[in-house]
């Protein structure tokens, strides 16, 4: 197949996809479970605020949680039910700690709230396009989970004139965007098209890795008659990153720590594209996504559309539980994903995909000393130095790791995976992140309690001030109390001679 993408990726690496074992299964649906534990948190940003209270009855799609501040999304309920309980349950994280959680008990009935759907959605106004998205609660689906709606209005007033819609899904196992553009292509350049109309782009992007033909095809069918262009890009990991895939197929490069609006370039996921379709032209909130449900301790891989606060745990007791005991859970992709403490982790709007691995698939083996081949330094799609970053790191000089670009590492595991020592590079960069994150926050808190100290200080001084000037005062108020008294007295005396002559 024809590449026409314009410009040679960096770095870069072709890790085994094992997407054979869920590609080729249509999308199912998954069955409601017994309970939802929606996460508040679920979005970059700060967490959403429940609106509702426990025993209330709500509907599928109505709001419970609304978003707090300029950077944050609202939460909806994934069916109608009746709220259990409000309080920190399991978070999708490799802690495992609790985060804000409400638990919805569904009543069978997936009964929806009214809908506000728009007789032509392609003539709203692109205020109100941006606006029903954020009021959908809808961030990136690829894994940033960025809210999207703020996407929209930065590019639309930094006259961003091309879109991208990212098809890339790179990471190994997963295959729920490669099934979403097979299965619901049509919606996916509706919600390109408002996408386009919310910003104003004149040019409209979708990057497809070439060892996706059905999706390719698929996305070429419904894009025509319009101006959606769909380009296919070489297969290779990091292709998903949204960097990696500008450069790919505009030939710019975004500038670090920058944004793709600096360079004229908005990046979105095909499933937040869809999402988008379903909200504005349906107006459906986000209350559920596509799944990858694989690994070879699984029984049955597949793509399913799982309800936002489903436990990990019922979609792989759907696809006939495990083949054996897991090695490895994990959630997200097995390059950049996290590890689950345990299978009862929700389900959140960034969660593309839930691995059960065996150990033959994890693989450990035993690292031994960098031998400065320089392998790593050839993949790092960032163009980094990942064997000199490591080496200040594991002395403690994380400054001059910092120099080497750390800042700018993605995390994508790349080096780790093509090390010949078998060195946990990543690791190494996570961890160097974690103690400058650290010293940031410590280096904050002290700041923050000198200026508590200071003016405190200040306070006490401008209060002994006070009670000195006030002490003064006194004693000068006093003192010509006393005069006065002095001199009324004198006065007394020196009249006392003259009245006693007259008499």
Not at 21 to 39: G, H, K, T
Not at 223 to 250: E, F, H, N, S
Request: proline share 8%; aromatic share 4%; with cysteine.
């Amino acid at each position: 197949m024809k590449l026409f993408s314009r410009f040679k990726p960096q770095g870069g690496v072709h890790p085994d996809g094992r997407k054979d074992l869920s590609a080729d299964r249509p999308i199912r649906v998954l069955p409601m479970p017994e309970r939802l534990f929606v996460s508040l948190q679920q979005h970059v940003g700060a967490p959403a605020s429940p609106v509702v209270v426990v025993g209330e009855k709500v509907l599928k799609g109505q709001l419970i949680a609304a978003s707090q501040g300029n950077i944050s999304a609202p939460v909806h309920a994934p069916t109608s039910g009746h709220v259990a309980a409000i309080g920190d349950y399991l978070a999708p994280h490799p802690s495992g700690l609790p985060a804000p959680t409400i638990t919805i008990e569904p009543d069978g009935e997936d009964c929806w709230a009214a809908l506000d759907v728009p007789i032509d959605p392609y003539a709203l106004e692109p205020e109100e396009i941006a606006k029903r998205v954020a009021a959908a609660g809808i961030v990136g689906l690829g894994g940033a989970a960025f809210p999207s709606a703020v996407k929209l209005n930065i590019s639309r007033k930094t006259n961003v004139q091309t879109l991208i819609i990212n098809g890339g899904e790179c990471e190994p196992y997963l295959t729920c965007d490669d099934r979403i553009m097979r299965e619901r292509a049509a919606a996916i350049v509706s919600g390109i098209r408002l996408i386009q109309r919310a910003v104003g782009c004149t040019e409209a992007l979708v990057g497809i890795e070439d060892n996706k033909p059905e999706a390719i095809a698929a996305m070429r069918e419904a894009a025509k008659g319009t101006d959606v262009k769909v380009m296919p890009v070489p297969a290779m990991y990091p292709m998903g990153w949204d960097k990696q895939m500008t450069r790919a197929l505009v030939g710019k490069e975004v500038p670090a720590g920058g944004r793709s609006s600096d360079i004229g370039v908005l990046v979105h996921n095909v499933a937040t594209a869809y999402a988008v379709h379903e909200a504005v032209a349906l107006g459906r909130p986000l209350i559920s996504r596509l799944v990858t449900v694989s690994g070879e301790a699984v029984k049955i891989a597949c793509n399913l559309e799982v309800p936002l606060g489903t436990p990990a745990q019922a979609l792989f007791d759907y696809c006939g539980g495990y083949a054996g005991v897991p090695a490895r859970l994990v959630m997200g992709g097995p390059m950049m994903g996290h590890e689950m403490p345990n299978p009862y982790i929700p389900v959140v709007k960034g969660t593309s995909g839930v691995l059960a691995l065996t150990h033959k698939e994890i693989g450990q083996p035993v690292p031994s000393p960098c031998i400065r081949c320089s392998t790593c330094v050839r993949a790092c799609p960032v163009g980094l130095l990942p064997l000199e970053m490591a080496a200040h790191i594991r002395v403690g000089d994380l400054n001059t790791s910092v120099d080497f670009g750390l800042k700018d590492c993605i995390a994508c595991g790349s080096c780790s995976y093509v090390c010949p020592a078998h060195i946990p590079l990543v690791h190494y960069f996570n961890f160097a992140k974690g103690e400058l994150a650290a010293k940031e926050r410590a280096k904050l808190k002290q700041e923050g309690t000198k200026k508590l100290a200071e003016a405190r200080n200040e306070r006490m001084e401008k209060i002994a001030r006070a009670r000195e000037e006030a002490s003064r005062q006194r004693a000068a108020k006093k003192a010509a109390q006393e005069a006065a008294k002095k001199a009324a007295a004198d006065a007394a005396a020196a009249a006392a001679p003259q009245q006693e002559a007259t008499a």
